[in-house]
């Protein structure tokens, strides 16, 4: 089937029981059985939820993967494929520029288990070569990164990673499955924090992994288990339903946020602007070859941290907050929010200025948030 066709119907069937063409939330907590030994293959929400399949099912089928587990949050996701591939001794490389919450989780916590980490520009091939040893054993990157919107070769990442046997990772949450595969491009997981545009609509907060190999799917499947970082009920239900207007959204933000970053860099205030949809960007070319769009958020730079504060107080339809890949705009100052666990000096030299502000276009019209952009300048 087409993309837009199983976003709408993947994993998901009409309920047995009364016809209903949305999966339902089922809201339970167990599950009454006939006997000792007797049941109907669900025991303990924990283990089991109709809802919460279905989910996996849609998610695993639009990243053409063997399965996926769904999580409470993109950082639970993450946390599980960290506990699937890594123990103590081990080694794992990561993009240089990820989002705060990913270096928080590998430097604050994952490291202290006795796991080395390397954060390398993964954007220079050779420079990733160099970083790999014989005891690595994940490569974990973003594309584009968050929030310098750097362009990583997927499928060069993963030549290099398989032949030292291993596994490649990437955070696809800014890309969805819409516009990026990365499994078609030879990486073995996939992660994404659903909060972003799987759900498109702010108000759930979840994650997925969705796994290449049968044999890290059903480990994962045990740690999901095990470990207990599941996703709700109704969260999974909210999801779905993002999901069926998935391919429509990204259209939209993809068209908004090229007529922003257009305006953003023949803008005098503007020192510099990063989009892989701009020729100018140094990933363009790259990006249209393994990406099917250019995606919708745009991060530039005002020069300062006075000029970013004084623009971002005066922005009226484009909220500042948190987060992004939603239906109304969201913009950001990774360096006080975002990406404020991440220390100075390492957001100096991967380019995080004080200046630098992030923005998700979303699906308003257009020339409202060209007028409310131009207004705060």
């Known amino acids: 089937m087409g993309f837009k066709t199983d976003a709408i119907h993947a994993g998901q069937e009409p309920d047995p029981s009364t016809g209903a063409i949305v999966t339902p939330i089922f809201q339970t907590s167990t599950y009454v059985q006939e006997g000792l030994g007797k049941h109907k293959g669900f025991e303990y929400a924990r283990t089991q939820n109709p809802t919460r399949f279905a989910l996996e099912r849609n998610l695993a089928a639009l990243e053409r993967g063997t399965a996926a587990y769904a999580f409470a949050s993109g950082m639970a996701a993450t946390n599980a494929i960290t506990q699937l591939l890594l123990k103590q001794g081990d080694h794992a490389i990561c993009s240089e520029n990820v989002y705060g919450g990913t270096f928080r989780l590998f430097d604050k916590i994952v490291r202290h288990y006795g796991i080395e980490f390397t954060y390398v520009d993964t954007t220079n091939l050779s420079l990733l070569e160099k970083a790999i040893r014989p005891s690595t054993k994940m490569v974990f990157i973003e594309t584009p990164t968050n929030p310098m919107m750097a362009i990583t070769d997927i499928r060069g990442v993963s030549a290099l990673a398989h032949r030292g046997n291993a596994r490649v990772v990437v955070d696809n949450t800014f890309m969805t ?20 545009y799987l759900n498109g609509h702010s108000d759930s907060v979840g994650g997925v992994v969705v796994l290449k190999r049968s044999d890290d799917a059903e480990q994962l499947k045990f740690i999901q288990n095990a470990a207990g970082a599941i996703i709700s009920p109704f969260d999974s239900w909210l999801i779905l339903r993002g999901i069926k207007t998935l391919p429509i959204r990204m259209d939209a933000h993809n068209a908004n946020a090229m007529r922003i970053a257009q305006f953003l860099s023949s803008h005098k205030k503007v020192t510099r602007v990063l989009y892989p949809g701009l020729p100018t960007h140094p990933g363009h070319a790259l990006a249209k070859q393994q990406m099917s769009g250019f995606g919708g958020v745009i991060a530039f730079d005002l020069g300062s941290l006075s000029s970013a504060s004084s623009f971002l107080s005066r922005v009226r339809l484009c909220a500042l907050a948190e987060s992004l890949g939603a239906v109304e705009t969201l913009i950001s100052h990774p360096a006080t929010m975002t990406h404020a666990s991440v220390p100075p000096e390492y957001r100096a030299k991967i380019g995080i200025t004080d200046g630098l502000v992030r923005i998700s276009v979303g699906i308003e019209d257009i020339d409202d948030l060209l007028s409310d952009l131009d207004s705060a300048f």
Do not use: F, N, W
């Not at 990365?182 to 992660?191: C, G, K, S, T």
């Open 177 to 196: 499955p819409y516009l990026q595969r990365p499994l078609e491009l030879d990486a073995d997981i996939v992660v994404h924090s659903t909060t972003k």
